[in-house]
């Protein structure tokens, strides 16, 4: 069973900056592949960021490539997700997911964490 618990959340401007973190508890394999998932007020979730957990493979949404950035530290089972030039359609709440098989399909997703809240105000 594993755990997880993401925070860095809140509301900022245009703009600005924003690290969010994903902490994970229970076993993770270096099969797994963990993601940043988000969804705004109306909208289908949708995947922002995954990363290999064991080999550190990245990708990214095609509306945040560039601007985010998706990193893990492994003996701290912590997920990260940097945010850069923030626009008001970032706007959502962001979640953490991974998967035991190393894919990122929403649906099959084992375990999601509860969210955090990011706000962009213009």
């Known amino acids: 069973q594993v755990q997880l618990v993401e925070s860095g959340g809140g509301l900022v401007q245009a703009g600005d900056s924003l690290k969010l973190s994903c902490v994970a508890s229970?076993?993770?394999?270096?099969?797994?592949?963990m993601g940043w998932f988000r969804q705004a007020p109306g909208k289908e979730r949708e995947f922002v960021a995954g990363i290999r957990w064991g080999a550190g493979n990245t990708k990214y949404g095609d509306s945040v490539r560039g601007r985010f950035t998706i990193s893990r530290i492994k003996a701290e089972k912590t997920l990260y997700l940097v945010m850069n030039s923030l626009k008001p359609e970032d706007t959502a709440v962001y979640y953490c997911g991974l998967d035991r098989n190393g894919y990122y399909d929403i649906s099959g997703m084992d375990y999601w964490g509860k969210g955090t809240l990011v706000t962009v105000s213009s």
């Open positions: 229970g076993s993770i394999y270096s099969s797994s592949a």
